[in-house]
T-cell receptor, first 111, second 118 residues
Framework: DTGVSQNPRHKITKRGQNVTFRCDPI?????LYWYRQTLGQGPEFLTY????????KSRLLSDRFSAERPKGSFSTLEIQRTEQGDSAMYLC?????????FGEGSRLTVL | AQTVTQSQPEMSVQEAETVTLSCTYD???????LFWYKQPPSRQMILVIR??????QNATENRFSVNFQKAAKSFSLKISDSQLGDTAMYFC???????????????FGKGTLLTVNP
């Protein structure tokens, strides 16, 4: 399968715990994006990588959030000291040109 | 900043009929792209159709077509011969370079939930 892969698909955690999501993009894609989607809303941009460089971060990305893309391949999104407001679907997408290809998302539930 | 507005939270259509989903956008850029993405229930988002802003001709992909009105900043999606499998959230999105000229970002509307009834 050469699509965008995200793991875990669903994570339930207690408030205050740290969580990490992983995204494996389509192999030849140099751009990688993280979006957050809450129920009934459109995806909101969080951050964007071109190769290993993180080129833009949204104001939505508080200092509890950190994203990395070592070696320009897979990416991780870590949320420290989770809060109930962090409950959402976290979408990863990759691209080479204009079209973004999305993964199935990682759903976070913070209790 | 880019904004994308979808004013129809929900719509429904009978199977085999035609439906049009509305979208307006706002951007100060001249070079941009517009997209409609489909997100079926509990499934990943997939691209339905794409329009380059510099092209005057409306894009068409099989049963899906757009009405791109650049001056009005309007980008509606028409689905002909609706099928049950078209039931999904539909998101309008715009894609431009940021002000620095090097970063690309997709901005989404809030979506329209389309239900196709048998």
């Amino acid at each position: 399968d050469t699509g965008v892969s995200q793991n875990p698909r669903h994570k339930i955690t207690k408030r205050g715990q740290n969580v990490t999501f992983r995204c494996d993009p389509i192999s030849e894609h140099n751009r990688l994006y993280w979006y957050r989607q809450t129920l009934g809303q459109g995806p909101e941009f969080l951050t964007y990588f071109q190769n290993e460089a993180q080129l833009e971060k949204s104001r939505l990305l508080s200092d509890r959030f950190s994203a990395e893309r070592p070696k320009g391949s897979f990416s991780t999104l870590e949320i420290q000291r989770t809060e109930q407001g962090d409950s959402a679907m976290y979408l990863c997408a990759s691209s080479f040109a204009r079209e973004l290809f999305f993964g199935e998302g990682s759903r976070l539930t913070v209790l | 900043a880019q904004t994308v507005t979808q004013s129809q939270p929900e719509m429904s259509v009978q199977e085999a009929e035609t439906v049009t989903l509305s979208c307006t956008y706002d951007t100060s850029e001249n070079n941009y792209y517009l997209f409609w993405y489909k997100q079926p229930p509990s499934r990943q988002m997939i691209l339905v159709i794409r329009q380059e802003a510099y092209k005057q001709q409306n894009a068409t992909e099989n049963r899906f077509s757009v009405n791109f009105q650049k001056a009005a900043k309007s980008f509606s999606l028409k689905i002909s011969d609706s099928q049950l499998g078209d039931t999904a959230m539909y998101f309008c999105a715009s894609y431009t370079l940021n002000s620095g000229g090097s970063n690309y970002k997709l901005t989404f509307g809030k979506g329209t939930l389309l239900t196709v009834n048998p």
